[in-house]
């Protein structure tokens, strides 16, 4: 191995390890939200292998239905007799599907069209802008109800949904990033050297988005969950029986007299996985880009 | 200024016109006949054909579109129910007050609260009511709506009985009906405005102090009570104006959730029917009801904006 690779390897570690330092060294309230976010990832990916019954397996008799919690069901069951520990488990795991695939969803389409937007300028960015803020001018749980009512709900819907209400941040983000790059020097000497505009967009000015851009996608990962339980809970999100934490609550609810965890235990989840993904979103703001403080 | 006006009027008027066609078009993508999906498959033929026929679906799109927005535009008639046939006017007519009187003391709550505290903890910045406020603010951010309210229902309702249950008492009807009913759902409403509000508060005002001019004034010896209330708050609060409009979204999300916590009869609660029911001429109308309220506000503050704020007048020139 040359010399020159060896330097560039010392110095691309040294970068890491500065940032996981500036990353960790908020304190003990980071290193718990990423230890929850793994234990989230863990249990969603492996949920099937985990669940200790059949998250839809029912039990209607006296005894199989309302159970307080016990060894055998440590979260005890719900009104129809359905393990409440697994329920939570294969909740996660749809929570963590909708969440990424919708962020995934949002972010490409927001930064193309930010790109789009910032480096065309002029009439281009114009018709964006204006349908940014039209996009914007509807509330996002109004916005992803209608969308995914159209697509007539299901996973798709709601993912699709709750991606199409992400989109403007990111396209404002882009486009205001980018607008200022382009009146950097070296992106007009990539234009006076003929270089496409395609490569300009995608090889110079993309890569220096990238730090406000993972920062925003984890914290819309925390929001995308929360949207996708409150689409849930009101019933208009992903069909039952499948589990979601937002239908575990709303189905709690008629039965909250006798069995109060029933709403209780969806919902911490939720709390715990949204926060922990605002606080991972923090740290990772401060370690990437400090400038960024308060902006995001 | 005046101009500013006339081009913040303008570009609002443009964000409704692209929201009534988003709002009308939507509905037009969504496959099969929207007269059958709302009645079911065993209506006969002739009686879904005499509907469209009344309704005027049969007509091509642009006929359509012009129809509904002259009908709202002359007359504030938005056409009606498939399922009932009730004017959608009317129910609209019922319902916006009920939204309204839980929506407006929760968005004066929620800002009042959130610049009041936001301005006690960067005040106190790295005391004890800077953490326990930031501790809160963020706290309220992961907290769902729909999970405090039940929650509150649980502890509030069931265990110490202090409040109903649920339900909706109007103040016209009676006072302390409504303060009684309304106490739990307006402070859930307010969560999330809250806590933006202060935490964007906060984080203005220690950027704020920490400018040349702010250490100029302490040079010079002002006081501490006048750099506060003089020169940094004027500068650090001009910004949260801005997140006032963007805080009527988040009013209509925390509505729809908490009217269907506590079945109360809302505007949120008619669109949350219009979509289940699949009632489209419900959600068109109710989506651009909910986008006019939001332009309006962002049109209000903008004008605030550029009133307070020469600055941004200058660059919209």
């Given amino acids: 191995m040359s010399n020159d690779l060896v330097l560039k390897r010392n110095r691309r570690r040294a970068n890491l390890k500065q940032t996981a330092s500036v990353f960790f060294g908020r304190g003990p309230i980071v290193v718990i939200s990423f230890v929850i976010l793994l234990v989230f990832l863990f249990v969603s990916i492996f949920a099937q292998l985990i669940e200790p019954y059949d998250p839809l397996a029912l039990d209607y008799t006296i005894d199989g239905k309302l159970q307080s919690p016990s060894a055998e069901h440590p979260f005890g ?16 795991q749809i929570s963590l599907v909708t969440s990424v695939l919708s962020g995934t969803l949002a972010a490409v389409i927001g930064i193309l069209i930010g790109l789009i937007a910032g480096y065309f300028g002029k009439v281009v960015n114009v018709v964006i802008m204006r349908l940014v803020d039209m996009m914007l001018s509807i509330p996002s749980l109004v916005f992803a109800m209608i969308i995914s009512f159209v697509l007539q709900g299901g996973v798709l819907g709601i993912v699709v949904g709750i991606g199409f209400t992400m989109i403007p941040t990111y396209v404002r983000m882009v486009n205001g990033q980018v607008a200022a790059l382009k009146e950097n020097d070296y992106i007009t000497a990539a234009e006076i050297v003929g270089q496409k505009k395609r490569k300009i967009i995608l090889k110079h000015l993309f890569p220096n988005c990238f730090p ?51 709403c209780f235990l969806p919902g ?29 | 200024m005046f101009s500013y006006f006339i081009k913040r009027l303008l570009m609002s008027l443009l964000t409704l016109v692209l929201v009534s066609i988003f709002a009308f078009s939507i509905m037009k993508i969504l496959p099969g006949d929207p007269v059958r999906l709302a009645l079911g498959e065993a209506v006969p033929e002739e009686k879904v054909q005499e509907l469209r026929e009344e309704y005027g679906l049969n007509d ?42 839980l929506g407006l003391p929760a968005f004066i709550l929620g800002i009042v609260l959130g610049l009041l505290l936001g301005i006690v903890s960067a005040v106190d910045r790295g005391g004890i009511v800077d953490n326990i406020v930031s501790f809160f603010a963020n706290l309220s951010l ?108 988040m009013l209509v999300c925390g509505s729809i959730i908490i009217e269907s916590v506590f079945n109360i009869a809302g505007l949120g609660n008619l669109l949350l029917r219009g979509v289940t029911s699949r009632d489209y001429f419900i959600v068109q109308a109710c989506v651009l009801l909910i986008s006019f309220v939001t332009v309006i506000a962002n049109f209000l503050v903008d004008i605030a904006y550029g009133f307070f704020d020469p600055r941004i007048r200058k660059s919209w020139r």
């Fill in chain 1, 268 to 296: 911490v989840c939720v709390i715990l996985v949204v926060i922990a993904f605002n606080v991972v979103g923090d740290s990772l703001r401060d370690a990437l880009d400090p400038r960024l403080r308060g902006k995001l």
């Fill in chain 1, 77 to 92: 069951t719900d009104a129809l007799g359905r393990d409440v520990l697994s329920r939570i488990i294969s909740g996660a």
């Fill in chain 1, 212 to 262: 406000s851009l993972i920062v925003l996608y984890t914290m819309n990962l925390g929001s995308a969950i929360m949207t996708e339980s409150s689409l849930s809970y009101l019933g208009v999100g992903i069909n039952p029986p499948q589990a979601t934490w937002g239908g575990m609550v709303a189905d709690g609810y008629n039965c909250m007299t006798t069995s109060p965890w029933l």
């Fill in chain 2, 60 to 101: 091509p799109f642009f006929v359509q579109y012009f129809n509904w927005v002259k009908g709202i535009v002359t007359k504030w008639d938005f056409g009606r129910s498939i399922l009932t046939g009730e004017e959608i006017t009317d129910l609209i007519a019922q319902r916006l007050p009920v939204t309204f009187s």
């Fill in chain 2, 142 to 249: 992961g907290v769902p709506q729909f999970w405090i309210a039940v929650m509150g229902v649980y502890v509030l309702s069931l265990k110490w009985k202090l409040i109903p249950l649920q339900g909706y008492v109007s103040p016209s009807a009676s006072i302390s009906g409504f303060l009684s009913h309304a106490v739990w759902p307006v402070i859930c409403i307010s969560t999330f405005i809250f806590a933006v509000i202060a935490r964007q508060t906060r984080s203005n005002i220690l950027e704020v102090i920490q400018q040349d001019y702010v250490r100029t004034a302490r040079a010079n010896g002002i006081k501490n009570s006048s750099i506060l209330f003089r020169h940094t708050l004027k500068n650090a609060l001009i910004p949260v104006v801005t997140i006032i409009g963007v805080q009527m979204r």
